[in-house]
């Protein structure tokens, strides 16, 4: 298989197998009018199977998403057609509008137009609590 490379653009790298949907949705990739590329299950040294995502335009990508989503991704930079940046993606220690409060107590049930925020308790456990109420987040 031969996947062409890009001019400008941004290429992320070292997913999970298996998560490269998840962060092709959480990022809106589908409302983009440019060429895509999800690659899925490649062969790696490192991780055994990852997936690929290339988004030929000059885009931002929420950081925080997908650090919550798949901590270990990078996301590399390219401008005409060389690597200007490569970002390491870690747990961030706060996330916004990426999941919501289950809660219905919570003032974000009430409150329709209120950031849903949550933050990091425990990064062993990846545990994410709301701000508001300190509901635990949902597993992802």
Request: a positive charge.
């Amino acid at each position: 298989m031969h996947i062409d490379s890009i001019k400008n653009g941004i290429v992320i790298d070292h997913i999970t197998a298996g998560k490269g949907m998840q962060i092709y949705k959480l990022l809106g990739l589908d409302k983009l009018d440019c060429s895509i590329a999800i690659i899925k299950n490649v062969h790696s040294r490192k991780l055994g199977k990852k997936d690929i995502i290339k988004v030929d335009s000059d885009i931002s990508v929420d950081i925080a998403a997908l650090g919550y989503i798949d901590p270990g991704v990078t996301v590399n930079i390219i401008k005409d057609g060389a690597l200007v940046d490569k970002k390491n993606i870690s747990l961030p220690e706060r996330i916004e509008n990426v999941i919501f409060c289950k809660n219905p107590r919570c003032i974000t049930s009430t409150e329709q137009e209120l950031t849903h925020i949550f933050r990091l308790t425990d990064k062993e456990s990846k545990t994410y609590r709301c701000i508001y109420c300190e509901t635990k987040a949902e597993t992802k």
